[in-house]
């Protein structure tokens, strides 16, 4: 079956970088773009982001360009979120989504890692 | 880069039905056939229940429907169940540097 394991989170101080993973099995994870969603505690959600199933584009959410970086190992199974100089507001769970091909949905989630960026 | 606007809570009592708003504009709802709904449950992560609009993936009841009209999406559950107590958030492409933008949710109450 599918299953999206994200790992990484945790407790990081303000100014810091972290790198979540995101990590595939039970399909073809070369063949599918996958998103990062987050949603902050108590809040809604929030897109963060999208890498093509070949790495070869990368889209991001207006309040995170220049600080996040999606990539991929398509050999491992692997998606990453590179996130630099933490904020406060960067406080919440980060969700990896398989996208829905050619329905622009996203079908599976991953069961999210919380972030918690706090002095 | 605004979210959606969505009704902060709806309520019904089981079997009764209910519908759920989603309004943006002609740059993302109005624009594009590529509406989505999930639904959440406390501490889980989003179910994708409606896709381009209307279409329901393999598992998702009959009960649960999508419609658009202008700028303007629904969610309608018939027959409401005490399981579908829930957050449920509407999502559309938007043609702009964000992609995707998701609605500000709303919280299903079975009476």
């Known amino acids: 079956q599918v299953q999206l394991v994200e790992s990484g989170g945790g407790v990081v101080l303000p100014g810091r970088s972290l790198r979540l993973s995101c990590t595939a099995s039970g399909f073809t994870f070369s063949s599918y773009d996958i998103h990062w969603v987050r949603q902050a505690p108590g809040k809604g959600l929030e897109w963060v982001g999208v890498i093509w199933y070949d790495g070869s584009q990368k889209y991001y959410t207006d309040s995170v360009k220049g600080r996040f970086t999606i990539s991929r190992d398509n050999s491992k199974d692997t998606l990453y979120l590179q996130i630099n100089s933490l904020r406060a507001e960067d406080t919440a769970v980060y969700y990896c989504?398989?996208?829905?091909?050619?329905?622009?949905?996203?079908?599976?989630w991953g069961q999210g890692t919380l972030v918690t960026v706090s002095s | 880069q605004s979210a959606l606007t969505q009704p902060a809570s709806v309520s019904g009592s089981p079997g009764q039905s209910i519908t759920i708003s989603c309004s943006g504009t002609s740059s993302d709802v109005g624009g594009y056939n590529y509406v989505s709904w999930y639904q959440q449950h406390p501490g889980k992560a989003p179910k994708l229940m409606i896709y381009e609009v209307s279409n329901r993936p393999s598992g998702v009841p009959d009960r649960f429907s999508g419609s658009k009209s202008g700028n303007t999406a629904s969610l309608t559950i018939s027959g409401l169940q005490p399981e579908d107590e829930a957050d449920y958030y509407c999502s559309s492409q938007r043609g702009s540097s964000t992609l995707y933008v998701f609605g500000t949710g709303t919280k299903v109450s079975v009476l």
């Open positions: 989504a398989r996208d829905y091909p050619t329905a622009r949905a996203k079908d599976y």
